[in-house]
């Protein structure tokens, strides 16, 4: 079956420091995955997404960036955070045309201070 | 371009009453419809679908909902809300031609009361 880790659970950065959140899917291959923001328990922003090794689109202007060095793996990076970058992130993945939906990973809370 | 709107930012209703939580949206073409499920600090959970078939859609946890074409509709469902149900609550809509995106809405919480 296929599961999705995110880590870490909580993470509490100093303004100007850098960030990276990793994302690893498993039990399948070539999934679409996504990293969301989600702010104050509410809606959900999405940052970037990805449909193959190598291939990032950014949904917004922001001090984030992300990578896909493999098949199964989503990074959410940073060189200097901003206290605005404090939120819950979550990563997402997805087959095809999406007849399955969005699995998410249980998140992180990320706070800078 | 598609988008989903949930017009209730919160539902407040006591247990062992109904609940309704409401989603309309928004699509060219025929839509895929689901339903997510956010407890306090974790990820969203899958709860139901609707792809094709059956306007009603039985999910997870005693939830359904019912794919309304004429009104785009696709309201969330309980007969007997537990306090355990309290949470918020995502529809997600994707268009038969929207490749791989779903939209999502901008959630309601729902409070069930003892």
């Known amino acids: 079956s296929q599961t999705i880790h995110q880590w870490p659970a909580t993470l509490v950065q100093p303004v100007g420091s850098p960030l990276s959140l990793e994302c690893t899917v498993e039990?399948?291959?070539?999934?679409?995955l996504y990293w969301y923001r989600q702010a104050a328990g509410r809606g959900l922003q999405l940052l970037f997404y990805?449909?193959?090794?190598?291939?990032i689109s950014s949904e917004v202007p922001q001090n984030l960036s992300a990578s896909r060095p493999q098949d199964r793996q989503f990074i959410l990076s940073s060189k200097k955070l901003l206290l605005s970058d404090s939120g819950f992130y979550l990563c997402?993945?997805?087959?095809?045309?999406?007849?399955?939906?969005?699995?998410f990973g249980s998140g992180t809370r990320l706070t800078v201070v | 371009a598609q988008s989903v709107a949930q017009p209730e930012d919160q539902v407040n209703v006591a247990e062992g009453n109904p609940l309704t939580v409401k989603c309309t949206y928004s699509?060219?073409?025929?839509?895929?419809l689901f339903w997510y499920v956010q407890y306090p600090n974790r990820g969203l959970q899958f709860l139901l679908k609707?792809?094709?078939?059956?306007?009603l859609v039985k999910g997870s946890y005693g939830f359904e909902a019912e794919f309304n074409k004429s009104q785009t509709s696709f309201h969330l469902k309980k007969p007997s809300a537990l306090v355990s149900d309290s949470a918020l609550y995502f529809c997600?809509?994707?268009?038969?031609?929207?490749?791989?995106?779903?939209?999502f809405g901008g959630g309601t919480r729902l409070m069930v009361k003892p």
């Open positions: 997402a993945w997805s087959l095809g045309q999406l007849r399955t939906g969005y699995t």
């Open positions: 039990g399948t291959s070539n999934p679409n």
């Open positions: 990805s449909v193959g090794i190598g291939q």
């Open positions: 699509v060219s073409g025929n839509p895929y």
């Open positions: 609707y792809i094709t078939g059956d306007n």
């Open positions: 997600a809509v994707r268009a038969n031609n929207a490749g791989n995106m779903l939209t």
